[in-house]
């Protein structure tokens, strides 16, 4: 496909590292240049969007431009310079995989998940990290669980980090371990880290090294805390973006993938809560479980099976049989009643 030009300059391509208020950084080698979207692309991407029967299919208005995002922190652009030092964004690459989200501040009903469906957040994702604390509070394990079914459901790779680790007493060390092994057996690898303490960050480094990283956790848990322990002053940068903008826009408005001087970029996201599951229905939220994918499909009801109140439902008998834990089930049937 042709890509469109201005003046008949040639398309660059570039990542796009931060965007605000429907303006983009792109960076293409060592420059970093602010985009606009080109009027083509947008309607090229929020056209198909829409219901082809309603009427937004040819009414789009430009507010709702905004809401469905056709550009993300993550994606390859190809863009044309508009030779004021900015650039327009003419085409969005291919993506590996993209990570949803519910728009904060509306209040919408699931009858419209299609035109918030497309709200992509951050694209081409080499891993999230779920991040909850050793203690104070202790661990939300059901927290963790909904994260990594929200990794899963977007295909993403989940490394669980710990946080606080300092805090733990020995008994609650071991109550963690045992945990962290059962998760471990299921195939996530999880670190152990401590902000003040200095634990686990020399691994929290090689695990983020040279790739796209996605922060997930609630606030308080200590992210900030642990970018500025693995890289001093990046933690500072994330916080005076978070000031400036007010906590609560901070998903909405402002989104940035910062660069780690050793390679690498994280995106920091507070609220990860009220977008987890978007998107996912319930029929699909047993395939998020990697316990329960091999079992699949051979409940006596089948793919139909919600392998909860069903006889003969294989999910329910590896519980009672303690193949799959029992806390992990419980996370599935919260899971299931939020999305049923
Ligand atoms: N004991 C202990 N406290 C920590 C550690 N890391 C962070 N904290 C404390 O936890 C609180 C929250 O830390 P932040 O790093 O701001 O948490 P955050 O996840 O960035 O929070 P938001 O930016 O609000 O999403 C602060 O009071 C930190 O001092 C740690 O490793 N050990
Ligand atoms: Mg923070
Ligand atoms: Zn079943």
Redesign the pocket.
């Known amino acids: 496909m042709a890509l469109e030009t201005v003046h008949d300059q040639p398309a660059h391509v570039g990542l796009v590292t931060c965007k605000l208020r429907g303006q983009y950084l792109v960076q293409e080698n060592e420059r970093s240049i602010p985009c606009s979207i080109s009027n083509v692309l947008r309607k090229q991407l929020v056209y198909p969007i829409a219901d082809p029967n309603s009427l937004r299919h040819r009414v789009v208005e430009v507010k709702e431009i905004d809401v469905v995002d056709p550009v993300a922190v993550g994606d390859q652009v190809a863009f044309t310079e508009t030779g004021d030092g900015g650039g327009h964004i003419v085409e969005v690459l291919p993506r590996r995989n993209e990570l949803l989200r519910l728009d904060a501040g509306s209040s919408i009903r699931k009858a419209d998940a299609e035109l918030h469906l497309r709200q992509v957040m951050v694209a081409n994702v080499d891993q999230a990290l779920p991040?909850i604390s050793a203690a104070?509070p202790a661990p939300n394990w059901n927290l963790l669980d909904r994260y990594l079914t929200t990794a899963e459901a977007s295909g993403i790779p989940a490394v669980i980090c710990i946080?606080?680790?300092?805090?733990l007493t020995d008994a609650e060390r071991e109550a963690l371990e045992a945990q962290l092994a059962l998760y471990r057996a299921l195939g996530y690898a999880a670190l152990v880290?401590?902000?003040?303490?200095g634990t686990g960050l020399a691994a929290l480094r090689e695990t983020l090294k040279d790739r796209l990283s996605i922060?997930m956790?609630?606030?308080?848990?200590?992210?900030?805390?642990?970018?500025?322990?693995i890289e001093p002053g990046l933690?500072l940068r994330?916080?005076s973006v978070?000031e400036k903008d007010g906590?609560g826009r901070h998903t909405t408005t402002h989104l940035e993938a910062f660069a780690l001087r050793q390679g690498g970029r994280v995106v920091?996201t507070?609220g990860m809560r009220e977008y987890g599951l978007w998107g996912l229905e319930a029929a699909g939220l047993a395939a998020c479980f990697p316990e329960m994918r091999p079992l699949l499909g051979t409940c006596r009801f089948g793919a139909s099976c919600e392998h909860e109140a069903e006889p003969g439902c294989a999910i329910k008998e590896a519980v009672a049989g303690g193949a799959i834990d029992a806390r992990r089930y419980e996370s599935y049937l919260k899971l299931a009643h939020e999305l049923g």
């Open positions: 991040m104070k946080t606080k680790a300092d805090l880290t401590s902000a003040t303490g922060f956790g609630k606030s308080g848990v200590g992210k900030t805390s642990l970018l500025n322990a933690g994330v916080k978070r906590r920091d507070p």
